[in-house]
């Protein structure tokens, strides 16, 4: 893509405001970042996680936003990206962010919810920054096992709360209370009305309560290489299963 400098800090502001700040063409999309140079700072923290050359591998970015990490996965080689947002602003933004890096990915307009239609596997699926975003956070995680997992997953959840995690025996007597106290119980905080301004913040896990909810869904917690961040394999068993959409047609 061949813009002025001008006509590029003009097509920047008429797609903002942005949540990803990217450096395009050397202008910066979102420089005030509330959480600094966002997501770079946290990518550079988890990136050596994540296989360096994905020749041949299919990656499903779910939450993509502006494109940062289905832009990454392109440029280490995979052979397709597909990148999922429910959001058009957003999606505006990945399009216009993969044209001046030049890089072809493919993003679509699709809910979580509803990844059952695109009906194939891929590779490696991002889930990264949208599960507390989600009033049904245990159903998306359910859904991305079921219909889209292939080799690896890559979750990224906030957590508020206890970073403790307990041992848990798989059951407890009904007259055990005093353990739901406990700071290293899996818990998930629920949100009614806002957090940090944002009415889309639902649930908020703990350290426990992520690394709980993982494996429940039926994924093994291959390496934790930053705070909020999770490689995961799919195991032989697949948790609770998708109880939406009722299973048939997309699942084997
Ligand atoms: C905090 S941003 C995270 C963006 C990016 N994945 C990252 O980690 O930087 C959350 C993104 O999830 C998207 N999102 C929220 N709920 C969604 C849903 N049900 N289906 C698809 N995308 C969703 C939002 O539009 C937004 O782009």
Redesign the pocket.
């Known amino acids: 893509m061949t813009l002025s400098n001008g006509a590029l800090r003009r097509r920047i502001e008429e797609l903002g405001p942005w949540?990803?700040n990217m450096n395009l063409g050397g202008i910066e999309t979102a420089p005030d970042h509330f959480l600094g140079n966002y997501?770079y700072e946290k990518w550079r923290k988890f990136a050596h996680a994540i296989p360096a050359d994905l020749r041949g591998k299919s990656v499903l970015?779910?939450?993509?936003?502006a494109g940062?990490?289905s832009i990454q996965m392109k440029q280490r080689g995979a052979d397709r990206v597909l990148g999922?947002?429910?959001?058009e602003v957003?999606l505006a933004q990945a399009r216009f962010a993969a044209e001046v890096a030049n890089v072809e990915i493919e993003f679509r307009r699709?809910?979580?919810?509803d990844i059952g239609r695109l009906g194939q596997r891929f590779h490696i699926v991002?889930f990264?920054?949208?599960f507390y975003?989600?009033r049904h956070p245990l159903l998306a995680l359910d859904l991305v096992r079921e219909h889209v997992m292939g080799d690896l997953l890559v979750f990224?959840s906030m957590h508020r709360g206890s970073d403790k995690v307990l041992e848990l025996d798989e059951d407890h007597p009904f007259s055990c209370r005093e353990l739901f106290n406990q700071p290293g119980f899996p818990k998930l905080h629920f949100i009614e009305h806002r957090y940090a301004q944002d009415p889309?913040n639902w649930w908020i896990p703990n350290r426990a309560g992520v690394e709980a909810m993982l494996r429940s869904a039926g994924f093994q917690i291959a390496a934790h290489p930053e705070e909020e961040v999770y490689i995961c394999r799919p195991t032989g068993s697949r948790g609770g299963r998708a109880v939406y959409p009722t299973r048939g047609r997309f699942s084997d």
């Open positions: 949540f990803h997501p970015d779910i939450g993509c936003n940062f990490y999922i947002d429910f959001d957003y699709l809910s979580v919810y991002l990264m920054g949208v975003h989600l990224q889309t």
